[in-house]
């Protein structure tokens, strides 16, 4: 078997995260690509979804990226730079998700007789993709835009 990590980025893109959710979509459709490839060799090829999950790699990511933070909060795009920050803040501090649960899920994907194709984590990554099945671009855009404080050209 063959177990690629997603996350909810491969559903739906978020604003200041643009080349990390292109990276998920592209993962996303080369395990699609390779789950039919690799099914005449018996190879089951599995996508994780994790979704928001604690762990340090947030941390990590603050570090690596803060002088070009500086530079966004100070430019045009502060407002929408300061805008994703506050919604973000707000959509992952009630997560209790933990690594663990990832690993759970990834066990019972590879114990499964007949695995599927993709196993969301949590209940945020499960919403998320229902969402995409049944909302517009145009929603899904409204969604974020709320979502994420971004302001509208004139506010």
Partial sequence: RIINMSSVAGKMSSPVLG???SSKFALESMSDALRIELLPFGVHVILIE????????????????SKYVLGAQKSAYGPVYAGFQRGWAELTKGSKYTPADCARVILGAI?????RARYPVTREAKIVTFLRRVMTDRAMDR??????HIPRAGN
């Fill in 19 to 21: 080349p990390y959710s």
């Fill in 50 to 65: 994790p979704g928001y999950i604690r762990s340090d790699m947030e941390r990590a990511a603050q570090e690596l990226s």
């Fill in 111 to 115: 114990r499964a007789d007949s695995p």
């Fill in 143 to 148: 969604m974020m835009v709320k979502s994420y």
